[in-house]
């Protein structure tokens, strides 16, 4: 071989070499930008989720919280609508003559089974204008279905009067309407 023929084999190993390497780093080079790609994928990934997950909570909550306040205002408005109806029936009952007033009371505390002394609160008034008579009525009536030797009277008028318009408190040991 000549010496021509042997640098020209030379360069050519050395070039093949050359390329080898160049081939070998080439493919580590794309294999780590490949596992980098991923790695950062699977981070943004891993902070999208996080990020999405927070985005639920705080929607979640405040979407609680809309609908708790919503509650509240629907509350408020029937509320509103009940005491509106309770004042008109007031205006009512205030507007009925006297005997009126007095039968209706009378009829809504002979409903009631008493079997324990109650004392019955009516406004200063009620108390003045038709105290005495409504008790001695509710009394009364009871005396009929009462066997003998029982005391009929349970319904005692409070010396204290109530702070309301109209109609009654009436009051037991166990419990206030």
Request: charged fraction near 30%; proline fraction near 3%; aromatic fraction near 4%.
């Amino acid at each position: 071989m000549t010496l021509e023929r042997i640098k020209a084999h030379i360069l050519e190993q050395a070039k093949t070499e050359a390329e080898r390497l160049l081939k070998g780093t080439r493919e580590g080079l794309e294999l780590r930008l490949s596992r980098a790609r991923a790695s950062l994928r699977e981070e943004m990934e891993g902070r999208l989720a996080a990020l999405d997950q927070k985005l639920q909570e705080e929607n979640a909550f405040a979407l609680s919280r809309l609908r708790a306040q919503n509650h509240l205002k629907l509350l408020e408005l029937k509320n509103q609508i009940v005491e509106g109806i309770f004042h008109r029936v007031l205006e009512h009952l205030l507007s009925l003559p006297a005997q009126e007033y007095l039968e209706l009371l009378e009829g809504w505390l002979n409903r009631l089974e008493l079997r324990e002394r109650a004392y019955l609160r009516l406004s200063p008034e009620d108390t003045n204008r038709i105290g005495e008579e409504l008790v001695n009525r509710i009394n009364s009536s009871r005396k009929a279905g009462t066997p003998p030797g029982v005391s009929s009277e349970v319904l005692f008028l409070d010396t204290d009067t109530a702070p309301i318009k109209g109609g009654f408190i009436l009051r037991t040991r166990k419990f206030e309407i």
